[in-house]
């Protein structure tokens, strides 16, 4: 079936350095969605991306879809503590399913 | 709390046992969720409803799961002859119906974690 692959599974960083985790689809998606899980917590919704190409900015997070709606990423600038978590990617798929990637998580070195 | 609230939080049952779980969208929120998801993974749709119709259903959802949302505000979730596979955290989301068969941003509850011994 289909499957929206997601690396890397974890990141450590420093404080104040950058994270980012990507998302391939196999084929192409209606649009992406992004969620954020705290430790223990539920997933909520961060932003959500449609057309081809496009970028969108939240503060330190900037969410690209690429070109040919099959990829995505997610990039956070000088990371702070408040960011630590497992970040999915969802894909809308041809069946209208929302597909999600296994995560990555944000790990903030001591 | 106007929020998702599913109940139980915690439910350990025996192998073979039936459980039930019940969900409580956000009152104005016509779509509703179901996902399963275990340590380390992504959720894992099971099924969706939009008011009362069952409109997506997983293809590998085995036919001991049904899920039935009968007035179209709250939802339940039934497995049958619980496996010890079945032991997951359940989280069910609710949505405004987007436009054609796309889909909103989606609010979760806290889940209900499964244990099957």
């Known amino acids: 079936g289909q499957q929206v692959m997601q690396i890397p599974q974890y990141q450590h960083v420093q404080e104040g350095e950058d994270f980012t985790t990507y998302c391939n689809s196999s084929?192409?998606?209606?649009?992406i969605q992004w969620y954020k899980q705290r430790p223990g917590g539920h997933p909520v919704f961060l932003i959500q991306?449609?057309?081809s190409g496009e970028v969108k900015k939240q503060k330190r997070l900037t969410f690209q879809f690429g070109e040919a709606k099959k990829n995505s990423s997610l990039h956070i600038t000088a990371t702070q503590t408040t960011d630590v978590g497992t970040y999915f990617c969802?894909?809308?798929?041809?069946?209208?399913?929302?597909?999600w990637g296994a995560g990555t998580k944000l790990i903030i070195k001591p | 709390d106007t929020g998702v609230s599913q109940d139980p939080r915690h439910k350990i049952t025996k192998r073979g046992q039936n459980v039930t779980f019940r969900c409580d969208p956000i009152s104005e929120h016509n779509r509703l969720y179901w996902y399963r998801q275990t340590l380390g993974q992504g959720p894992e749709f099971l099924t969706y409803f939009q008011n009362e119709a069952q409109l997506e259903k997983s293809r590998l959802l085995s036919d001991r799961f049904s899920a039935e949302r009968p007035k179209g505000s709250f939802s339940t979730l039934e497995i049958q002859r619980t496996e010890q596979g079945d032991s997951a955290m359940y989280l069910c989301?609710?949505?405004?119906?987007?436009?054609?068969?796309?889909?909103?941003?989606?609010?979760f509850g806290p889940g209900t974690r499964l244990t099957v011994l």
């Open positions: 991306l449609v057309k």
């Open positions: 084929t192409t998606l209606s649009n």
């Open positions: 969802a894909g809308l798929d041809s069946n209208y399913q929302l597909i």
């Open positions: 989301a609710s949505s405004l119906r987007g436009s054609g068969r796309s889909y909103n941003e989606q609010f």
